[in-house]
């Protein structure tokens, strides 16, 4: 298993193509949870070449299913308040760990900033529902920690039950058949562009670097089509 905090992640090259961010909320056809919500709209955006791998995901999903889409775009101070926060939970319950140790469990759960896919647009926390909007049992909760999991949210953990790992297939066979790769201690977590998405695939260098929402030219989805 490789995790963010592998030195190979960091040493990918980074470039950045251009492909803008778009805003999901324009594209009805994807539901979008509003769970992680904020005032500036962040969760909303990925990059228009993600966008179109979720469209082109959801058809090759089995009737009646659809792809719930929770957190795409993260600025670099909410990962950084992520990072430090679980990483200082962890500290507490964990006094007798090391440094190392602490960091490598910390990234099991949320990515350090300098490799963060999320601050690139290039990745997406989502999960499967219902036509009518109702989510699928999937084992754990959307980030649910593997501290508080037992590991459950890896996501070839085995012990989830037999419809959950059934679940979990479905959404790997439609986001895998379009070119995403998942980090395997979330379920939910998907990804294209990015460093983790480089290495695990080969590619020479990233296609999408860190953006800041704020000064990116992003484009209404109809735009883009």
Not at 15 to 28: E, M, T
Not at 41 to 59: E, I, P, T
Request: proline share 7%; glycine share 8%; net charge negative.
């Amino acid at each position: 298993m490789i995790l963010l905090s592998d030195p190979r992640v960091a040493a990918v090259p980074s470039a950045d193509d251009g492909d803008p961010l778009v805003d999901l909320r324009g594209l009805p056809e994807l539901r979008l949870d509003g769970r992680a919500a904020d005032s500036a709209g962040a969760y909303a955006h990925l990059r228009a070449g993600v966008a179109d791998r979720l469209l082109a995901a959801q058809r090759a999903l089995p009737g009646g299913l659809r792809l719930l889409v929770i957190e795409g775009y993260r600025p670099y101070r909410a990962q950084l308040a992520i990072f430090t926060g679980y990483r200082e939970e962890l500290r507490r319950r964990h006094p007798d760990w090391s440094a190392e140790r602490l960091h490598r469990e910390t990234t099991k759960f949320v990515s350090p900033v300098d490799v963060a896919p999320h601050s690139t647009g290039g990745a997406v926390d989502l999960t499967l529902c219902t036509d009518e909007g109702v989510e699928l049992e999937m084992g754990t909760a959307v980030d649910a920690t593997p501290e508080d999991s037992a590991d459950a949210c890896f996501t070839d953990a085995p012990t989830v039950d037999a419809t959950a790992r059934r679940h979990r297939q479905i959404l790997a066979d439609a986001l895998g058949g379009v070119g995403l790769v998942n980090y395997p201690t979330e379920w939910w977590h998907w990804s294209y562009g990015d460093r983790y998405w480089a290495l695990i695939t080969g590619a020479p260098r990233t296609r999408y670097g860190p953006v800041d929402l704020s000064v990116a030219r992003s484009v209404p989805v109809s735009a883009e089509r």
